[in-house]
């Protein structure tokens, strides 16, 4: 019987859990692997693929899944390319047959795309609860292949720098007070830094803010950014592209500070500020410690 191999990036974390799940669906048994030797701080890509790609071809794989993470569908694009297959991306379903169709995840969650899949074997990573996770109960670890090169290993992980952020993360926070191009500059963030310390919360920002390089991307909202879902997001001077909204829709609360009463933020705002936030970001923090000291 042919066999799904399923990449494990870490057995204890759900989006593995759930590739396994779902490559259940598949119908061919499911074989879980974790790789053991360049994953973890290690984390060199093409090594890993390069091992998957022989796995694969050894066992007569069916199919390839991994985790829909970053690293998960870093691989597994690098194996459709060694392939020169297709591969599906954050599928939150399948169905086998000729060709195979998925459903998957774009645009950072505003939208699901049916698409065929052609080729094999069949290479997927699964969408974050798409299905529920279950503990993996077979788990094999192999070795990285004894074939990969050097420059296989030329990118890869050299050191992780943990982010220098003083008080509560993005991701954790209750309140994110974030700033967009409206900011005007680096230095304009300390009003945005200033609210947010008085409502105990964290600063975010724009794509925008991070290609000009006033804020790191650590502080990016957004597709390609950090996810919130704080209990009231303040978004001052965004101007609510798709790629931002799909990293701040999760905010229970949105307030939108912008001059322009046109501007799509509003759309998704529960609050509106049409004005300018280089006042009414620091109107609201006096009103804050005015109320505070009486
Ligand atoms: C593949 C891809 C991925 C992307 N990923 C992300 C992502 O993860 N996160 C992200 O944010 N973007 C992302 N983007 C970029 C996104 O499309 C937008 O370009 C970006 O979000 C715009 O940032 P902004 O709202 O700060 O700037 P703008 O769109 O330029 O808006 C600035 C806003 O500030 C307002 N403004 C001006 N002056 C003031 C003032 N004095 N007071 C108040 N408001 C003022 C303006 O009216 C305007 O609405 C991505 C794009 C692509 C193609």
Redesign the pocket.
Known sequence: MAAALVYVEDPADELSQQAVVMAGALGDEVQAVAIDGAGGTAFAPAVLAQTLVELAAARGASAVVAPGSERGNEILARVAAKLDLPMAANCVSVTVGEPTTVTRVRWGGSLLEQAEVHGAPLLMTSAAHAVAAAPIAALETVPVTASTSELDRAVRVIEQIPTASAGVSLTDADVVVSG???VGSAEGFSIIEELAELLGGAVGC????TSAGWRPHTD??????TKVSPEIYIA??????T??MA?CKGAKRLLA????GE?SIFAGADYAVIG???EVVPAISAEIRKARAS
């Open positions: 967009g191009r409206g724009s794509r925008a803010v990016q909202v957004g597709q390609t950014g001052c001077g965004i101007s609510g592209a790629q931002h990293g500070i912008n001059p322009d501007a300018d936030l280089h």
